[in-house]
C-alpha cells in the first residue's frame, strides 16, 4: 500500500462546473440540517474524487497533517487511537454518509486518530486547501459542513 491512501484516487467523471450525479445523490442523502442547494452540490461535487478502498486500509492515520479527507459512500470502518507502547484502541463506527479527517473541513492541525477500513468500501476524498477554497467561494457551505460534523460528533 501506498504511504498516501489517496494516491490512486480516480477522478470523477464529469466536466468541470457538471454534477457528479453518483456524488449528488451521497450528498443528498447526508444529514445535513438544511440541504444543500444544487449550486452547492455543484461546487461540492467539483472538489472531490472517487476511490475505491480494500478492507484494512488506513484512510486517516493520526498523527498526519490534516491535509486531505473524504466522505464515505458505502462500507464501513471504525477509528483508532493509539498511545506509544500500548495496543490501539477501537471506537467509533465510520458508515455512509460520514465526513472523515474532518480536521481537513476547516481546523487543520493533524489527525487526532486513525481511521481503518473494516470492509471495502468507496470514498470521495478530498483535500484540505480545495474545501478551504469553497469555502471562500461559497461561505454559506462553511456552517452546513460544520453542523453536519457536529451532528456526526455527537453520534459517535
Known amino acids: 500500500p501506498s504511504a498516501d491512501p489517496f494516491a490512486a484516487v ?3 467523471a464529469v466536466a468541470a462546473g457538471e454534477l ?3 456524488f449528488a445523490l451521497l450528498a443528498r442523502s447526508m444529514a445535513f440540517d438544511t440541504p444543500l442547494s444544487e449550486s452547492e452540490l455543484r461546487l461540492l461535487s467539483g472538489v472531490v474524487r472517487r476511490k475505491a478502498v480494500t478492507a484494512g486500509e488506513v484512510l486517516v492515520r493520526q498523527g498526519q497533517p490534516a491535509e486531505q479527507g473524504a466522505i464515505v459512500a458505502s462500507g464501513l470502518g ?4 493509539t498511545t506509544p507502547g500500548r495496543s490501539p484502541v477501537e471506537f467509533g463506527e465510520i458508515r455512509q454518509g460520514d465526513i472523515i479527517g474532518e480536521c481537513a473541513v476547516g481546523a487543520g492541525g493533524y489527525h487526532g486518530c486513525s481511521v481503518v477500513a473494516d470492509t471495502s468500501c468507496v470514498v ?3 483535500e484540505a486547501s480545495a474545501m478551504a477554497d469553497l469555502q ?4 454559506e457551505l462553511g456552517p452546513k459542513l460544520r453542523a453536519l460534523l457536529l451532528g456526526q ?4
Not at 78 to 81: E, I
Not at 153 to 156: D, E, H, T, V
Open 10 to 12: 480516480r477522478p470523477g
Open 20 to 22: 457528479n450525479q453518483e
Open 78 to 81: 471504525h477509528m483508532q487511537y
Open 124 to 126: 470521495w476524498t478530498f
Open 136 to 139: 471562500r467561494k461559497a461561505p
Open 153 to 156: 460528533q455527537s453520534r459517535k
